[in-house]
């Protein structure tokens, strides 16, 4: 099993001060220790990218955002490029949350889109892939996650494969406290290996991380972390919270 990666997703929570409060306090709940088999993240909002770069700095957190575009700069107003985010000191971004997928009407692929620009600026991408409930009922939520997959991954390489990440967050999980149980983590991680085994090989299927994420708190973060297949998470909620979130990292690399 390769490092645990727990990576938390601030959205749209946290003032500017708030932001490096939250920063600082994660900081200093942390040995040194959890990095040597752990990588740990945050993902603030892109106005306190900024000031959590600064607090973190050589802390052993990462820092990460929560969209990209797909230019590389000119007139897209509203927009933040990849080389914006390198200057400010990101190394990973999300691409494909659900909730940008169902408020921002992101498809497949645009998030493609997305994902290319970040690894082509040597950014980290976190593809988020995840079902509706009606899709779990129905279900229909392997061929619905592997559509993401196939069409997320459109045009990038096997060598490009080693930087990437890919979060399994059923939609369903998201922020209601109904996580998966272990054992749906572990066979939709399972699945999500054998559809990259597919596009790739079992090398790049082996190599890749899979988070999970969908209502991990510091309960439920254990048995979580602990199924088959399971690399690490994505967490939301619980992530604004520095005692639960530190206590989290902790569980992770202490498995
Ligand atoms: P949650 O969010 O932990 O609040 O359920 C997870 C996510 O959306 O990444």
Redesign the pocket.
């Known amino acids: 099993m390769g490092r645990k990666l727990i990576a938390g997703?601030w959205?749209m929570n946290l003032e500017y001060k708030e932001s490096e409060r939250t920063a600082r306090d994660i900081v200093s709940k942390l040995d040194k220790k959890v990095f040597q088999n752990t990588d740990v993240l945050v993902c603030p909002s892109f106005v306190s990218l900024g000031i959590v770069s600064k607090t973190i700095k050589d802390s052993g957190i990462k820092l990460g955002a929560q969209d990209i575009y797909y230019e590389n700069d000119g007139a897209y107003t509203g927009e933040v490029s990849a080389s914006m985010l390198r200057s400010v000191g990101c190394e990973y971004v999300i691409a494909g949350?659900?909730?940008r997928r169902k408020y921002i009407h992101e498809t497949n692929k645009i998030i493609n889109r997305k994902v290319r620009k970040a690894i082509e600026f040597g950014i980290k991408p976190i593809l988020?892939v995840g079902e509706s409930l009606e899709e779990r009922e129905d279900e229909i939520y392997e061929g619905v996650v592997e559509k993401q997959i196939i069409e997320g991954l459109a045009e990038i390489s096997k060598d490009n494969m080693k930087d990437l990440v890919i979060?399994y967050?059923p939609v369903w999980?998201?922020?209601?406290g109904l996580n998966a149980t272990p054992k749906q983590a572990s066979d939709m991680h399972l699945f999500i290996g054998k559809v990259i085994s597919k596009i790739y090989d079992s090398e790049t299927s082996n190599e890749l991380r899979i988070l999970y994420?969908?209502?991990?708190n510091g309960k439920n973060s254990g048995e979580i972390l602990s199924a088959k297949g399971v690399d690490g998470a994505?967490?939301?909620?619980?992530?604004l919270k520095p005692d639960e979130f530190s206590e989290i990292v902790k569980i992770a690399s202490a498995l």
């Open positions: 997703n959205k949350h659900s909730e988020c979060a967050e999980a998201i922020g209601t994420g969908g209502s991990v994505l967490i939301g909620g619980a992530s």
